[in-house]
């Protein structure tokens, strides 16, 4: 069973002070990455230089990182990652949306092609851009250890360094806006969709489960919403919904030790009964298959 690290025990573990990392920090990935682990948080984002041979896996995606790879993880989508070689170099940093955005609060972190939902978070890199993108990491390091008065500043100036560089490669499709009602209407339905997820937590159950729930929260007819989507996408908004939710369930079944009754329930179930159900119809198997053969 992979290991579930938040960032608080992350903290904890490693004797490091919560006040003194609460809106960014910096480390080697020698000293930490030796064991898998899900990156699971709502209020954190993470950049990851990989050097090492790894997998990293989130929703129904898997990929092999096996040459040197700049990551973004977004704390809205959960990521498992599992190391393959014994040695992982690289670096990392994780860092609270309000740092990146400074002074400047109408910049969304989340309408970037980098950290938008459903984007593309792995870059492979060539050997030039593995050397830049060590140096800035490397200086990072050295300037949260200083004692500079505006070191957090210049923090922040390095970060941005190494997301321009991965703009620089990101294609130019993240850029194109939508320009239809339908489109947009639809575009605010997946990004809501998007939003109830991850699950974190047994107890905590979806709040928005069927398609009226949606036209409600976006302040539209159910049949405009569901006429919209679609014309869009060719798929009903239920079956986006129950997508999501199957996606989901196979994440938490794969990822956790939860029951199937608590992943049931946190997924809108009232009684295992439906989601056991939800899921054979869905799968062709019962849930508890699927996490036996890590499927």
Not at 131 to 153: A, G, H, P, Q, W
Not at 207 to 225: E, F, I, P, Q, R
């Amino acid at each position: 069973m992979r290991k579930k690290e938040t960032v608080e025990a992350f903290y904890h573990e490693r004797g490091i002070f919560p006040e003194s990392a609460s809106l960014v920090n910096v480390f080697e990935n020698e000293s930490y990455c030796n064991e898998a682990h899900i990156y699971n948080r709502r209020d954190f984002y993470k950049i990851s230089l990989l050097q090492g041979k790894s997998r990293l896996s989130w929703h129904h995606h898997d990929i092999a990182i096996n040459q040197p790879a700049l990551v973004f993880f977004n704390p809205l989508t959960p990521f498992a990652w599992e190391p393959v070689s014994a040695k992982q170099p690289g670096f990392f940093c994780l860092f609270k949306q309000e740092f990146l955005q400074g002074n400047d609060r109408n910049e969304s972190i989340q309408s970037s092609p980098l950290f938008k939902i459903g984007s593309n978070p792995v870059f492979f890199l060539k050997a030039a851009q593995v050397k830049y993108i060590s140096n800035i990491f490397r200086k990072m390091l050295t300037e949260i250890e200083s004692d500079y008065v505006y070191k957090y500043d210049l923090l922040r100036s390095y970060l941005h360094l190494i997301i321009h560089e991965a703009l620089k490669m990101a294609p130019a499709v993240n850029d194109i806006k939508q320009h239809t009602a339908s489109e947009r209407i639809t575009s605010l339905f997946i990004e809501l969709l998007e939003r109830q997820f991850p699950i974190d937590a047994p107890d905590r159950s979806l709040k928005l489960k069927k398609a009226g729930d949606y036209a409600k929260a976006l302040s539209v007819h159910v049949n405009h919403l569901n006429h919209a989507v679609r014309q869009v996408s060719g798929k009903p908004t239920s079956a986006h919904i129950s997508d999501r939710i199957l996606s989901e369930a196979k994440a938490l079944l794969k990822h956790t030790d939860w029951t199937a009754a608590e992943i049931g329930y946190s997924l809108g179930f009232e009684h295992p009964n439906y989601f056991y159900n939800f899921f054979k119809k869905k799968t062709g198997h019962p849930p508890k298959q699927t996490r036996s053969r890590g499927l």
